[in-house]
T-cell receptor, first 113, second 115 residues
Framework: GENVEQHPSTLSVQEGDSAVIKCTYS??????FPWYKQELGKGPQLIID?????GEKKDQRIAVTLNKTAKHFSLHITETQPEDSAVYFC????????????FGGGTRVLVKP | EAGVAQSPRYKIIEKRQSVAFWCNPI?????LYWYQQILGQGPKLLIQ????????DSQLPKDRFSAERLKGVDSTLKIQPAKLEDSAVYLC?????????????FGPGTRLTVL
């Protein structure tokens, strides 16, 4: 089955700096890669996703890149703000799996004001 | 639009006791998921329903865990008997369809502590 590795496990940045989280996946058939943000006491919330036919996607201050050859994808947050502090999860799936997601281990991001 | 509802939010039990969690998905969502999230880890899928049928329960410890989704709406997840290693947050999620990339919407979760 699919295996998703996520690094780093914790990340501390100064407000206004950029944050980068990296994930690798094992199943070359995976073709959909969402990113979730989880705040304390809440369930994960989708913030951005990318499909295998696209190399990069951007939404305001967040962007995701995908390298299918290397089987890795990354989340980039620019101009970080205190409200970006949360745990971020990457995930991967392939359509044949019926929308079953395999999650990475998570990255705890702390934005220091 | 109301989100995914779960109850209770917190539960503390002793090992070998039983516990049940309830989930009400977003109205109209045919697919419902139960995930287990151990502290410091990502969510792990336990079971997936399409309407009231099971799509995937390959990672559900069937000797102690059971789940049902009567009438294709609400769902309950039960643990009997509980073990210490069952301490985790149990997340319920729902989405409109399987076979496509529809977004999964998560509830707030139930935090279970087994003493």
């Amino acid at each position: 089955g699919e295996n998703v590795e996520q690094h780093p496990s914790t990340l501390s940045v100064q407000e206004g700096d950029s944050a980068v989280i990296k994930c690798t996946y094992s199943d070359s058939a995976s073709n959909y890669f969402p990113w979730y943000k989880q705040e304390l006491g809440k369930g994960p919330q989708l913030i951005i996703d990318i499909r295998s036919n696209v190399g990069e996607k951007k939404d305001q201050r967040i962007a995701v890149t995908l390298n299918k050859t290397a089987k890795h994808f990354s989340l980039h947050i620019t101009e970080t703000q205190p409200e970006d502090s949360a745990v971020y999860f990457c995930a991967a799936t392939r359509q044949a799996a019926g929308n079953k997601l395999t999650f990475g281990g998570g990255t705890r991001v702390l934005v220091k004001p | 639009e109301a989100g995914v509802a779960q109850s209770p939010r917190y539960k503390i039990i002793e090992k070998r006791q039983s516990v049940a969690f309830w989930c009400n998905p977003i109205s109209g969502h045919a697919t419902l998921y139960w995930y287990q999230q151990i502290l410091g880890q990502g969510p792990k899928l336990l079971i997936q329903f399409q309407n009231n049928g099971v799509v995937d329960d390959s990672q559900l410890p069937k000797d102690r865990f059971s789940a049902e989704r009567l009438k294709g709406v609400d769902s309950t997840l039960k643990i009997q008997p509980a073990k210490l290693e069952d301490s985790a947050v149990y997340l319920c999620a729902s989405s409109q369809l399987t076979g496509t990339y529809n977004e999964q919407f998560f509830g707030p979760g139930t935090r279970l502590t087994v003493l």
